[in-house]
């Protein structure tokens, strides 16, 4: 199966309700798009850029968030969403790497490192590993490489309206209706 069909399968049961009905037509943009200094879509994410744990003999990078950017989000666009999901490290739900909100439309991007720790240009959600900040791959020792998926949806949500330290269950109902546009990269890792 093609790497965007698992995305996508992935994903349906996730954030099925948040983009189903969401996005007007008139406000979607004609290129939205997600990039990185680190990664080409669907390029190999370097070491740097892995998870750390000693507890794991795959988790030897150095967990720095890659540098990310953005741009053409629609003008009626208030605020971003952001989620790293690995799709087959967990099958049909996948595992949550870095879940964050309440970014304010003015923020086209975030430097290298900068998602690693707390900040006061997001709210972090609750990653699978229970971290509300960015962690990256770390597939099992053996596996071929996963495609670990950054997502990122514009919303019409005011920021400062959604509460810190939600799972994306409990966010993906509030983006019902409120996702103007959407796009992904996909960073390669492990093997």
């Known amino acids: 199966m093609h790497k965007r069909s698992l995305v996508t399968l992935a994903l349906a049961g996730i954030f099925a309700v948040a983009i189903a009905g969401g996005g007007h037509a008139a406000d979607k943009p004609k290129i939205f798009e997600l990039t990185s200094s680190a990664v080409k879509d669907g390029g190999m994410l370097p070491k740097k850029y892995g998870g750390k744990n000693p507890e794991f003999k795959s988790c030897t990078g150095e967990n720095v968030s890659p540098a990310l950017h953005w741009s053409g989000a629609p003008p009626t666009t208030k605020s971003y969403v952001i989620m790293l999901l690995d799709p ?102 492990g093997g």
Not at 122 to 147: I, L
Not at 152 to 165: C, M
């Open 88 to 189: 087959v490290g967990r099958p049909l739900i996948g595992v949550v790497h870095w879940l964050a909100y309440d970014i304010p439309a003015s923020k086209t991007g975030f430097k290298e490192g900068e998602v690693s720790t707390s900040s006061a240009e997001f709210k972090g959600g609750k990653s699978t590993m229970n971290r509300d900040t960015y962690f990256g791959p770390c597939p099992p020792s053996g596996s071929k490489a996963h495609p670990y998926t950054f997502l990122l949806f514009a919303t019409d949500i005011e920021p400062g309206t959604l509460k810190a330290g939600m799972t994306n269950e409990e966010l993906a109902p509030m983006l019902r209706n409120h996702v103007v546009a959407s796009t992904s990269l996909v960073a390669r890792y």
